[in-house]
């Protein structure tokens, strides 16, 4: 992540304002702001990916799933925070806000070299702080696998390797293989 994009604190409101306005994405971290990286065409096709396969899942039902547009609000010790997840998936009627949510059942990171350490440490700590959060996963751009972080487990990994291997989100049961996911998007040797 850059650094500040603003040395000065700027208030939650103000933030959410700026962001409606702007062409450039930034999370929210306890007054200060920091500008997103734009994502590669894997990254992106990995992201697009699970949405539609999630759409498809869940249909009508109560679970939505959202695209890289949708920030989570989250309260941890430095005060406020927002981040703009790969995919997030809400289940929680409560979840009526327009620009974030609050209530996340599933969080997907899609890592890059310039994200993989935030998105396995800070963002990891603070998104596991959230009391709706079942399951936080990570997805590797450049081999065929996923980690996911389950609260049945005590956020305790799970790596899954390999084209052949299936993996299940079980907060919202679905179930793929890694090579349905990865399909056009890494080259199978």
């Known amino acids: 992540m850059n650094s500040a994009v603003q040395p000065h604190f700027l208030s939650v409101e103000d933030y959410l304002t700026e962001e409606q306005l702007g062409d450039i994405k930034h999370d929210y971290i306890a007054g200060k702001v920091y500008a ?5 065409r894997g990254h992106n096709r990995l992201s697009g990916r699970l949405v539609s396969k999630l ?14 547009d949708m920030k989570v609000r989250l309260q941890v010790r430095q005060g406020e ?37 935030l998105d396995r440490g800070e963002k990891m700590q603070n998104y596991l702080s959230l009391a709706s959060l079942e399951e936080y996963v990570l997805v590797a751009q450049d081999q065929p696998e996923i ?38 998007v890494l080259v199978r040797e």
Not at 149 to 165: F, K, L, Q, T, V
Request: proline fraction near 6%.
């Open 147 to 184: 980690t996911i972080h389950r609260r049945r487990n005590n956020w305790s990994p799970e790596i899954i390797r390999g084209w052949e291997a299936v993996f299940q989100l079980e907060s919202v049961n679905l179930q793929m293989t890694l090579a349905a996911l990865y399909e056009n």
């Open 81 to 117: 925070v927002f981040y703009y997840p790969d995919v997030v998936v809400t289940c929680d009627p409560k979840d009526t806000e327009e620009y974030f949510l609050r209530f996340p059942k599933l969080i997907i990171e899609v890592l890059s070299e310039s994200t993989e350490r």
């Open 55 to 68: 759409e498809a899942h869940l249909g009508s039902g109560p679970c939505t799933p959202f695209i890289g």
């Open 36 to 40: 997103m990286e734009g994502a590669s």
